[in-house]
């Protein structure tokens, strides 16, 4: 069965350092692969999504960048965080280009202080 | 670009009893999904249920089960016979098909409290 992991649990970091959120996806091959953040009670927002290594597609302009070094591996990164990165950010797999649902990870709660 | 709301910030229901959440969503597609997610205190994002645009039939899930008015795009989630551990964040979801890779819009969420 697939399974996704994603670390830390719990970051927090001070503004202007950099950030790596990884995510790894297990038992499937070519999944799309998606970032997802959640503000303090509020829904989902999309980030990123990548349907294959390399191929990248970022929905919100902001101060965060996302990679796919390997077909099950999707990272999350900052050169300087912001206070508004605080969140809980979850990554996310599917099976193929518009099949849904999403399976998401536990996800990684982050606090810039 | 589509929205989803959720109108209904917190519910509250007591044990073995029956309780629905609205869910409204606005599009263009005709062809989509729409789903329901669990947030528990965890915070990890479960599944709960989902339906496709083009089937009529509501979907059901044990004690979970849809009102789904394609007409209205009203997608309301019933839950029956409720237990403690259904107390949780719950989010409806839209989904495109066709190219839309799986990029999902959340509703802003239904904190539900389930009381023994």
């Known amino acids: 069965s697939q399974t996704i992991h994603q670390w830390p649990a719990t970051l927090v970091q001070p503004v202007g350092s950099p950030l790596s959120l990884e995510c790894t996806v297990e038992g499937t091959s070519n999944p799309n692969l998606y970032w997802y953040r959640q503000a303090a009670g509020r829904g989902l927002q999309l980030l990123f999504y990548s349907v294959g290594i390399g191929q990248i597609s970022s929905e919100v302009p902001q101060n965060l960048s996302a990679s796919r070094p390997q077909d099950r591996q999707f990272i999350l990164s900052s050169k300087k965080l912001l206070l508004s990165d605080s969140g809980f950010y979850l990554c996310?797999?599917?099976?193929?280009?518009?099949?849904?649902?999403?399976?998401f990870g536990n996800g990684t709660r982050l606090t810039v202080t | 670009a589509q929205t989803v709301t959720q109108s209904q910030p917190e519910m509250s229901v007591q044990e073995a009893e029956t309780v629905t959440l609205s869910c409204t969503y606005d599009t263009s597609e005709n062809n989509y999904y729409l789903f329901w997610y669990k947030q528990p205190p965890s915070r990890q994002m479960i599944l709960v249920i989902r339906q496709e645009a083009y089937k009529q039939q509501n979907a059901t899930e044990n004690r979970f089960s849809v009102n789904f008015q394609k007409a209205a795009k009203s997608f309301s989630l019933k839950i029956s016979d409720s237990q403690l551990g259904d107390t949780a964040m719950y989010f409806c979801a839209f989904g495109a098909g066709g190219t839309s890779y799986g990029k999902l819009t959340f509703g802003q969420g239904t904190i539900l409290t389930v009381h023994p």
């Open positions: 996310a797999w599917s099976v193929l280009p518009g099949i849904l649902p999403l399976h």
